[in-house]
T-cell receptor, first 117, second 115 residues
């Protein structure tokens, strides 16, 4: 089965350090999402891309977070500097654009569990 | 990768019984909905979706019902199995136009299946 691959699976870092999370979307999918999951807030949309262009990053704290797609096979989410409140599980999801009116659910990766101490 | 919060509503069912998980959505402009299942340590997994021009859709052992009048969505699982134990999320897409989707997730419901 095709899958979305996220690395690293776990990351522990000290406050103030830079963190980079990576995502390899499913080949051929041209829409990529970043979500953050915490116990308090649930699943929050941070950013989404279509054809590598950012369509919406309004859910992302701009001062410290940045998301990019250097190429069609790699999406990155960077936090600099990291803070303890950034501790969460970060998910990447990818999906195809709609064709012929038929739509599909997006496929999520297994997430990166980030702990900032 | 737990999705669970300490205060997630929990539905407890006996193995073999049918389960019904409910979701109220907020945006009357949403016209596409998805149910996801999340097991501990994993990402959300697509179960079934439905568009607003339908009020019912069936999959394998699962049925989604949509009531647009009251903005309510439900997921029915037939003959619930221990492997169905997970947190279930409904997600709505508030802007359904070609290729320009974003999903807004509900808080989730934990399903606990007892033997």
């Amino acid at each position: 089965d095709a899958r979305v691959t996220q690395t690293p699976r776990h990351k522990v870092t000290e406050m103030g350090q830079e963190v980079t999370m990576r995502c390899q979307p499913i080949l051929g999918h041209n829409t990529v999402f970043w979500y953050r999951q915490t116990m308090m807030q649930g699943l929050e949309l941070l950013a989404y891309f279509r054809n590598r262009a950012p369509l919406d990053d309004s859910g992302m704290p701009k001062d410290r977070f940045s998301a990019e797609m250097p190429d069609a096979t790699l999406a990155t989410l960077k936090i600099q500097p990291s803070e303890p409140r950034d501790s969460a599980v970060y998910f990447c999801a990818s999906g195809p654009a709609l064709r012929g009116g038929k739509s599909y659910g997006y496929t999520f990766g297994s997430g990166t569990r980030l702990t900032v101490v | 990768g737990e999705s669970v919060g300490l205060h997630l509503p929990t539905l407890s069912v006996q193995e073999g019984d049918n389960s019904i998980i409910n979701c109220a959505y907020s945006n009357s402009a949403s016209d596409y909905f998805i149910w996801y299942k999340q097991e501990s340590g994993k990402g959300p997994q697509f179960i079934i979706d439905i568009r607003s021009n339908m009020d019912k859709r069936q999959g394998q052992r699962v049925t989604v019902l949509l009531n647009k009048t009251v903005k309510h969505l439900s997921l029915q699982i037939a003959a619930t199995q221990p492997g169905d134990s997970a947190v279930y999320f409904c997600a709505e897409n508030p802007a359904f136009s070609g290729g320009y989707n974003k999903l807004i997730f509900g808080a989730g419901t934990r399903l606990a299946v007892h033997p």
